[in-house]
Each structure stands twice: as structure tokens, then as C-alpha cells.
């Protein structure tokens, strides 16, 4: 085996994981008063691994060049594009982290360098062609993950999101063990390659077993229906901060994984896969825009919110074609940002003595007293609900296109019938900023790092954003491509 | 062994069965005795460090003090306390005093001199010694009763933060040896220090191993100055309080065959084992049979502890847990890289 | 003949301290009954001559793990009756559970009895080197052809470390000071001790 080739497709990871260990020491040593410095030091290893990343995405790497470790990690351009992504949404939860643990008290130093150990554990896990470098890819982002749920050791509710993440979350990773050694023992290796290549020629049950346990087990990452009852409350429960990091970088990871793991690994019993994509892309649909609709709390509606856009990613896989994985990362592209935006809204509201607010009914007549966050927040909401001329209805259109070209009508007709739904909360928080009694309890300034993101963010999604659709399309088609050469 | 029984005339399992409780028999029973005369041993060389006589009534120098103590414990009524939980109270010694003769199994007596010669000998004594907890933590629980229950935490805390830094030494040794077995590690010490000394304690890498070693193996046997788990300045007798007759007396043979264990590792990882301790031929129409050098070493190793024991004050147990995480652990984690590294460019590079 | 009857041993046995550790009333014998299952479990390894895995169990599972099981358990304060409460409510849960691992079982059965499976062998890496200790292939396998899992799974423990400090660790001071023990070895006794020689009735000025 060749490790040079090896060691040099792992560049991201590796530079991810000694940094992670030289900073874990930093913080060691010099304390609570460093955490500042290893944020800043973090972002740049972030930027770094991106810049690292990035070309072989443009040049839509694939093939055997990418392969390392004999199968068991694959670099190609589908793995490229969501560790971007990834590095992305890391690089955000860790800018906007500092002001708001700055109000708790100093902000522990071990915030940077868990999100940098949970990056690698994504990273891990969007590259994996093996059963094991899947799980252990997972475990690592999912441990980083629950104690960064209850990084906020005062506050009880953190403590319980904690705790209900990680006993969740342990199932959810005994299931998935459970589907993985069904599959192991039926198809006699943990390859990607190796189970597709015996799976091609049938199935015995026991293999369809393991393919819907492993299936459930992802789904429960990426909180869909009916494995999505952890959501809520752990997005409520967590710091703002790492919320905005749960909502978008693992979700990001999960369902690349997810993909990954689909189209190459059970690639050749699509039919019996799908149904179940299928029915948790409606369930998700549906049930995170009903849900949403009750919600008083912000943090909670935009779990909701999440759960329903799993719903409209998952519609893109499983349509099962290149086109619909393209469409998906588009889609997930957009999510991230969204998202991201989002929740730095939230974060920004704030009364006069800082403490968070996060009732909805807080932000009641904001356009009057914040007319600049109000704004911002009407178009990311907009755009989460896909109304045209913003860019989220972009990412909406792809997917949906993408199911028709896949014949599934129906999927796309009932898909775009829920997004209705979905509607109506978001422009139910609209109307609540812009037409409602003003309550003026956000009060207070914002971080200027929170604003910079917002910005970004909301212009992204603003229909300034179509000017990215040739250049996203393209490197999602390349990405989509390197996952379809492989299955 | 197998071979004389097959030769009169047993069948092959027969003979291997007949073989194998023979051996046992004949490492468990002397074992027995010397576990009997090493309590003596240790009372003896206590009170000669405190200026006293120690055991002198029974027999010629006290020397049947052993088995008046054992005959009087045989004698006495077993009471098992109401409120215990009867089955593991009962249970707890039997594993204490089985674990402790189950390690003697892979302990080579010579060459070739071992009931079971098998190549991961020294994981077998790890796990083995790793057993030993349970027989201290069940008889804790079991006995409800507080100071018991305190030690039974303590032990158990005490044994495992222990087992960790003693499980790196062993593993620069098997580095060394570059074996899992007894003997080879043994037969690995051969004329090691400059093909003169026999012993890995004559090597610059591995003799700070020791000296952490002897003092974990105080510790993973609850010697003074580690015998916090039956301090009696604050626990009475410790997880032994409510305990009585045989039971007792099981508790105390298993810690004293645990001690001579711990010697005997002492002497077989680091001072070449039943090796001569000079590479020469000093006599050469006699050879000193093997076990003779070992159970020469064991007892002095055995000395040690006595040594310590009558000398060193105890420890206080945050204390305990700091030499064992913040000292033993980071010094033998860096040594097995440092060995390792060194192996790696002197023997395999 | 000897390793069918210490199959049929082992075998039993794990089977019963499995059960036992279920449906043991108290929690304190159940880790107890679960230590007995793994201590089996390594029995049914060495058979099949995996000696350095059951090794390894032993020491870890048994030596470690289940060292703080009981630790924890015996330390819990558990109410029996509460417990067989939450029992009933999540009977028919269980029941459904235990179900699909039947027919999972089932399955798996008539899957071997199928027809045998070649196990990881598809390119010969997996098989085992000859004349080598499965330490040695063991060995081999983890640094060289699982380097990247290794690591990694390297990390996951680290972080959980991490994890478990950041969660736990009060940076509070300990109630009985800081002890410098460099600064305490490094004392000798004329620094600590004085010798006086007080005058009758005059006292000792310290």
C-alpha cells in the first residue's frame, strides 16, 4: 500500500487533527484567557483545510486516484464539496461563539477545539467508502457534538439537551451497528465497493434488515422522520452558537454520508432503499411544517424548520440519479447558509442587560425598532419558505426538477403542496416583526462579527444569488458525477 | 509431566488431566506453605526494624506461629453478618484467594518448568491481577456496612489508576523481550548487561521502569505505604471488618500469595528470573538448580517489602492518586514511546 | 473432546449470565453476572485461538469497564419498586424489540446454514499471516492496512476525554490547599527545625 498517496489525500484531516492537538494543548496550558486566540487560530486552520480542499472540488476529482487506505477513504469531488461546506459552517459557529459566551462568563477555551475534532469527525465521515471509517467518522463528530450541546454546564436546560443528544444519540449509533454488522455478515466485507458488488446479484432479507437499520440509524443524524423527536429540544437546549454549528455542518455531513452511502454501498438495490428515503422525505416534509406551526420559541421553530428541509434534501436522493444528488448539494449549499444566517438573527436578539431572547413573541414590531435586523430576518424567512425571487426557491426548483426528470411526480406534487404549509410559519414570524404592537425588548448592539455573517449571509440569499447558479450547479454536477463513477 | 503418565500407560487426555492437577497441586500446595512462613517472614523482620522480638512462643523462634494462627481461624465460627448480602459475602474471599493462585499458573520455575507455557503469558497475569479487584469490591458491598464500603471504593480506585501505569511498564518490557511469554522475556535478560549481568534492571531505558514498577506493585497489592484500602486509623479493618474464621483467613493467604506474585514479577521481568544474576560460569562442575535463584530473589524482593513496609508512613490517598495519574502514568506513556523509538532505530530501523 | 466440553462450558454459561444479568432483580448482581458472561465470552475466544482478544477483554472489559460499572451501580441509591414499574409501561415495547431480534436471529441462523461465507477474504490481506502469533497479525493489521482507523479511533477517545474534563472540571481550588510536593521534598531540616535551649520559666520565642 502506498501511504504517501495515502497520508497526502488526508491533508485536511491530518492538519485538522494536529491542530486540534496543538491547540487542545494551548488551552491546557494557558487557560480560559487563550480562548480568543485559538478561535482566531482555529478559523484560520479552517480557511487552510478549505483552501487545501477546494481545488481538487474545481477539478472534480474522482476515480481510483482518490482512493485511500486501500478503499476505506475517498477524497473525490462529492466529499470535497461537503467538506467546503462543512469547513464553512464550522468556520461560522466558531465567529460568532466569542460574544456570546463573552456574556456567560469567559468562554472556555475547549469551545474551538471541540468544533475543530467534531470537523474532522465530518470530514471523516463524508469521505468514507468503509463501514468503519463511517462509524468511527460519526463517533467522533457525535462525542465533540454532545458535549458541545451542554457546553453551558450552568445553564439546565444545555445540561438536559446534552444528555437527551448523547442517549439518543447512543442508540441511534447502536442501530446503526446493528444494521452494520447485518450488512458485514451478509455481504462478507465492510467496503463500500465489496457490499455493492454482492448485493448485485440479489438480496437475502437478513441484508434488507441491515440496510434499513443503518438507514434509520443515519436518518436519526440527520433528524428525519420518524428519528427526529431529539430536535427540538436539543436545539433549544443547546448555546445559541452551537445550534447554528448542529443545524448546519453535521447535517451537511450526515446526509452526504448518507448519500455516500445509498448510491455506492447499497447502489445496487436502489428499490430497496428508496421507499424508505421516500416515506422519511415526506414524514419530514410534513411533520416539521406542522410542527413548526405551534412553536413560541424561536430555536425551536427553526428545528422544525430543519427537519422540513431534510424532508426536500432527502427528495433529492431519492430520486436515485445524478441529477437529483446535484440538486441535493445545491440545496444543501443554500440550507447552510440559510441556516447560518438564521440563527446569527436569533443571536443578535438581545434585551438591554444582553441576555438572550428567544420567544417569538419578543421580536413583535422589530422592523420599527430594529428595521435593519428585521429585514435581514424577513428575507432569510422568505427565503427558507422558497418564495421566488430570493434564493432559496432556487434550491426548492433543483430538487423538485430533479424528481420529475426521476418520474416521480407525485413525490415532487405532494413535496411542493407541504412547502405551502411550511409558508405560513415563516411569513407568520414576517408578520409578527413587521405588523405587531412592538414589544422593544431587543435592545442592545450587536458583535460586529454577528453582523458581517448576517450580511453575507442574507445576500447570499437575497436574488443577488442566482449569480452563483452556473458555478454551484457546475461543481455540484462534478461532485454528483465523482459519486456516480464510483457506484 | 504428560509424557511419565502416558508411559504408565494412561491415555493421552487422561495423562494431560492427571498431568495438570499434579502440577497445580505441587505449585499451590508449596505456595501454601510459603505463604504461611513469609507472614512470619514479614512479622519477624517488622518487629526486628521496631527493636522487637516478634512471634517467639510457638515452636523453635515463633516459626509455628503461622499455623497456630491458621488452626485458630479454622476453629472459630464462620459469622456471616444478617444484613449482608450472604452469597457474594461468601463469594468475595474465594475470588480474592483463587485469582490470586490462578496468576502462579504462567510463573516459570525454571526452563521449561511451567504448568502452563503459553505465548501471552504476561497478558494472562494482567488480566488475572485485574481480577483481583472484585474479590476486595464485592466483599465492600456485600458486607453492608460503611468502612468496608469506603475501602471497597478505595481499592478499587486505587487498583485500576495502578494497573494502568503497571500495564505500560510491562508493555516496554515486552518490547524488550520482544515476547509475551514468560520465558522468553527471561531468556531475553541473558547476559543483557554487557554479557555479564543477567536482568533488564542493568539497562539505562528500563531500570526507572523498575523502580515505578516496585512502587505500583506496592501499590496494586495494598502494601504499606499504599495499604490505604485497611488503614486502620480510619477504616478499621477495611473491607475485612465483618469478616471472620475461614473467610478471613482467605482474604489473607490471597494478599500474601498476591505479594509473593508481585516479588515474583519483580524478579522475573527485571532480574533475569530463575537466571543465575552473573552471566559467568563461577563454578563449573555445579550448576545452582533455576528455581533456587528465583525464590532467592523473590525473598529478597519479599524483604523489600517488608523493608518499606516497617519503614515508610503512609500515604495520604489524594496523594496515592497523584503519584499514580500525574507521575507513574505521563513517566510510562513516555518511556514506552522512548523505548519504542529507540527499538525502533537500534533493533528494527 | 476436551474443547467440546469447554465449549458446551463456556457456551452455557454465557447464555445463563446473559439471561441472569436481565432478569437479576438487583443491579449489583446483574454487572456481576455480566462480568461472569464476559469472562466466558474470552473462554469461547481462546478456543476458537483468538488468545491476545480474550486477553484483552479480560483486562479491559473485566479488569476496567465493569470495575466501574459496579462502582457506579454500588453506588447508586435504586428504588426496586419504581423500576418494575417503568417495567410494565414498556413491556409490549420490549416484547417488540425482542421480536425483531428473533427474527433477526433467525435469519442470521439460516443465512450461515446457507452456506458458509468468506469472511474479509475477498483480497487475502485478512488472512492470517503464517507462522506468526495473532499478536504479530494483529499487529500488522492495525499499523498498517487500519492505520487511519486506528488513529482515528485514537481521537474519538481523546475527545471523549476532553469531553468528560470540560463537562466535570471545577477550576475550584482544593479545600486542602495546594501542595507543592517539589517544594516539600526539596525542604531540609534545618529550615523547618530549630534548636533552642529555653531558659527555666522564660518560654520558647518561636
Known amino acids: 500500500m502506498d501511504f504517501s498517496h495515502s497520508l497526502s489525500l488526508i491533508l485536511p484531516e491530518i492538519v485538522l487533527s494536529v491542530a486540534g492537538l496543538v491547540l487542545l494543548l494551548v488551552a491546557a496550558w494557558g487557560g480560559d484567557k487563550t480562548s480568543r486566540a485559538i478561535t482566531i487560530a482555529s478559523c484560520v486552520v479552517l480557511a487552510a483545510c478549505f483552501a487545501i480542499v477546494a481545488p481538487s472540488v474545481c477539478a472534480a476529482a474522482m476515480g481510483p486516484d482518490t482512493v485511500a487506505f486501500g478503499g476505506q477513504f475517498t477524497a473525490d469531488a462529492f466529499a470535497g464539496i461537503a467538506k467546503l461546506m462543512i469547513f464553512a459552517a464550522a468556520g461560522a459557529a466558531l465567529v460568532i461563539a466569542p460574544a456570546f459566551f463573552g456574556r456567560y462568563g469567559i468562554m472556555r477555551a475547549e469551545y474551538p477545539v471541540l468544533i475543530l475534532f467534531s470537523t474532522l469527525g465530518m470530514a471523516i465521515m463524508v469521505s468514507a467508502t468503509d463501514l468503519m471509517t463511517l462509524y468511527i467518522g460519526l463517533e467522533l463528530q457525535s462525542l465533540a457534538a454532545y458535549v458541545l450541546a451542554s457546553f453551558l454546564r450552568t445553564d439546565d436546560r444545555s445540561a438536559e439537551a446534552g444528555l437527551k443528544y448523547f442517549v439518543l444519540g447512543a442508540l441511534a449509533s447502536g442501530i446503526l451497528l446493528f444494521g452494520m454488522s447485518l450488512v458485514y455478515g451478509f455481504t462478507g466485507t465492510t467496503d463500500f465497493g465489496g457490499i455493492r458488488a454482492a448485493l448485485s446479484g440479489g438480496m437475502a432479507t437478513g441484508a434488507l434488515f441491515g440496510i434499513v437499520f443503518v438507514l434509520a440509524g443515519l436518518a436519526f443524524k440527520i433528524s428525519a422522520v420518524p428519528f427526529h423527536m431529539w430536535t427540538p429540544d436539543v436545539y433549544e437546549g443547546a448555546p445559541t452558537p452551537v445550534t447554528a454549528f448542529f443545524a448546519s455542518a453535521p447535517k451537511v455531513a450526515a446526509i452526504a454520508l448518507t448519500a455516500r452511502v445509498a448510491l455506492d454501498a447499497f447502489g445496487a438495490q436502489a428499490g430497496a432503499w428508496q421507499q424508505v428515503v421516500i ?7 410534513v411533520v416539521g411544517a406542522l410542527g413548526a406551526i405551534g412553536q413560541a420559541n424561536v430555536k425551536r421553530l427553526l428545528a422544525y424548520s430543519s427537519i422540513n428541509n431534510v424532508g426536500f434534501i432527502l427528495i433529492g436522493l431519492a430520486t436515485g440519479t445524478a441529477e437529483g444528488v446535484s440538486a441535493m448539494l445545491v440545496y444543501l449549499a443554500i440550507y447552510v447558509a440559510m441556516t447560518v444566517g438564521s440563527f446569527v438573527a436569533v443571536l443578535m436578539l438581545r434585551n438591554a442587560e444582553g441576555e438572550a431572547l428567544e420567544a417569538i413573541s419578543d421580536m413583535a414590531g422589530l422592523s420599527r425598532t430594529k428595521p435593519l435586523l428585521a429585514l435581514c430576518l424577513a428575507m432569510l424567512m422568505f427565503s427558507l419558505a422558497g418564495i421566488p425571487p430570493l434564493f432559496g426557491f432556487w434550491g426548492k426548483f433543483v430538487v423538485f426538477q430533479a424528481a420529475v426528470q426521476a418520474d416521480m411526480v407525485a413525490l415532487a406534487a405532494i413535496g411542493i403542496a407541504a412547502s405551502v404549509i ?29 453582523w458581517a455573517l448576517l450580511a453575507i449571509s442574507t445576500a447570499a440569499m437575497s436574488p443577488l444569488g442566482y449569480l452563483l447558479t452556473p458555478w454551484l450547479g457546475e461543481l455540484a454536477d462534478g461532485a454528483a458525477a465523482a459519486l456516480f463513477l464510483a457506484a | 509431566m504428560t ?18 492437577i499434579a502440577g497445580i497441586l505441587l505449585i499451590a500446595l508449596p505456595l501454601m506453605l510459603a505463604v504461611a512462613m513469609i507472614i512470619y517472614a514479614d512479622r519477624k523482620i517488622w518487629a526486628a526494624m521496631a527493636l522487637r522480638r516478634g512471634p517467639n512462643v510457638v515452636g523453635p523462634f515463633g516459626l509455628l506461629q503461622s499455623f497456630a494462627d491458621g488452626l485458630k481461624v479454622f476453629l472459630q465460627e464462620t459469622i456471616v453478618p444478617s444484613a449482608s448480602n450472604k452469597g457474594l459475602f461468601l463469594i468475595a474471599p474465594i475470588i480474592t484467594f483463587t485469582v490470586a493462585l490462578a496468576a502462579w499458573a504462567v510463573i516459570p520455575f525454571n526452563s521449561g518448568a511451567v504448568l502452563s507455557d503459553i505465548n501471552v503469558g504476561l497478558l494472562y497475569i494482567l488480566a488475572i491481577s485485574s481480577l483481583g479487584v472484585y474479590g476486595v469490591v464485592v466483599s465492600g458491598w456485600a458486607s453492608n456496612s460503611k468502612y468496608p464500603f469506603f475501602s471497597a471504593m478505595r481499592a478499587a480506585a486505587q487498583m485500576i489508576s495502578y494497573e494502568v501505569s503497571i500495564g505500560f511498564i510491562l508493555i516496554c518490557v515486552v518490547l524488550w523481550a520482544g515476547t509475551f511469554n514468560m520465558n522468553g522475556i527471561i531468556e531475553a535478560q541473558r547476559g543483557h548487561g554487557f554479557g555479564i549481568v543477567n536482568g533488564f534492571f542493568f539497562n539505562l531505558l528500563l531500570f526507572p521502569m523498575w523502580v515505578m514498577f516496585l512502587i505500583s506493585s506496592l501499590a496494586e497489592t495494598a502494601r504499606a505505604p499504599f495499604d490505604l484500602t485497611e488503614a486502620e486509623s480510619e477504616l478499621v479493618a477495611g473491607y475485612q471488618t465483618e469478616y471472620s474464621s475461614m473467610s478471613f483467613a482467605l482474604f489473607w493467604l490471597g494478599e500474601y500469595a498476591n505479594v509473593l506474585l508481585m516479588c515474583a514479577l519483580n524478579a522475573i521481568l527485571f532480574f533475569g528470573g530463575w537466571l543465575p544474576p552473573l552471566n559467568i560460569d563461577l563454578i563449573p562442575w555445579f550448576d545452582v538448580p533455576g528455581w533456587i535463584w528465583l525464590f532467592a530473589k523473590i525473598l529478597f524482593f519479599f524483604f523489600v517489602f517488608s523493608w518499606i513496609k516497617a519503614t515508610v508512613p503512609r500515604f495520604r490517598y489524594d496523594q496515592l492518586m497523584r503519584l499514580g495519574w500525574k507521575v507513574f502514568l505521563p513517566l510510562s506513556l513516555a518511556f514506552v514511546v522512548i523505548v519504542s523509538g529507540y527499538l525502533m532505530f537500534t533493533r528494527y530501523g | 473432546m476436551i474443547q467440546a466440553i469447554a465449549f458446551y462450558l463456556f457456551a452455557t454459561l454465557v447464555l445463563a449470565s446473559g439471561v441472569l444479568t436481565i432478569v437479576a432483580r438487583n443491579p449489583v448482581h446483574s454487572v456481576l453476572w455480566l462480568i461472569l458472561a464476559f469472562f466466558n465470552g474470552a473462554g469461547l475466544m481462546l478456543l476458537v485461538g ?18 466501574l460499572f459496579l462502582f457506579v451501580v454500588m453506588m ?5 419498586a419504581e423500576l418494575r414499574a417503568g417495567f410494565v409501561k414498556n413491556f409490549p415495547l420490549g416484547i417488540a424489540i425482542a421480536l425483531v431480534l428473533l427474527a433477526e436471529l433467525v435469519l442470521g441462523v439460516g443465512a450461515y446454514r446457507a452456506g458458509a461465507l468468506d469472511l474479509g477474504t475477498a483480497d487475502g490481506m485478512a488472512a492470517p499471516l503464517a507462522g506468526e502469533s495473532n499478536i504479530e497479525n494483529i499487529g500488522a493489521l492495525l499499523y498498517g492496512r487500519y492505520l487511519f482507523l486506528f488513529e482515528s479511533a485514537g481521537i474519538i477517545l481523546l475527545v471523549a476525554m476532553v469531553g468528560a474534563i470540560v463537562l466535570t472540571h471545577r477550576g475550584t481550588r482544593s479545600p486542602r490547599g495546594q501542595q507543592n510536593i517539589a517544594r516539600q521534598i526539596a525542604r531540609k531540616p534545618s529550615e523547618a527545625t530549630v534548636n533552642t535551649k529555653p531558659e527555666i520559666g522564660q518560654g520558647v520565642e518561636l
Request: no cysteine; proline share 1%; aromatic share 20%.
Open chain 2, 3 to 20: 509424557q511419565t503418565f502416558m508411559n504408565w500407560g494412561m491415555t493421552h487426555e487422561w495423562a494431560w488431566f492427571t498431568a495438570t
Open chain 3, 76 to 80: 447508586l441509591n435504586i428504588d426496586f
Open chain 3, 50 to 67: 483468538a488468545e491476545f482478544l480474550a486477553f484483552l477483554l479480560i483486562i479491559v472489559y473485566v479488569g476496567a469497564v465493569a470495575v
Open chain 1, 279 to 285: 416515506f422519511a422525505a415526506l414524514a419530514s416534509i
Open chain 1, 422 to 450: 411550511g409558508a405560513f410559519y415563516y411569513i407568520k414570524i414576517v408578520k409578527i416583526m413587521y405588523f405587531d404592537e412592538p414589544a422593544n425588548v431587543v435592545q442592545g448592539r450587536s458583535d460586529w462579527a454577528h
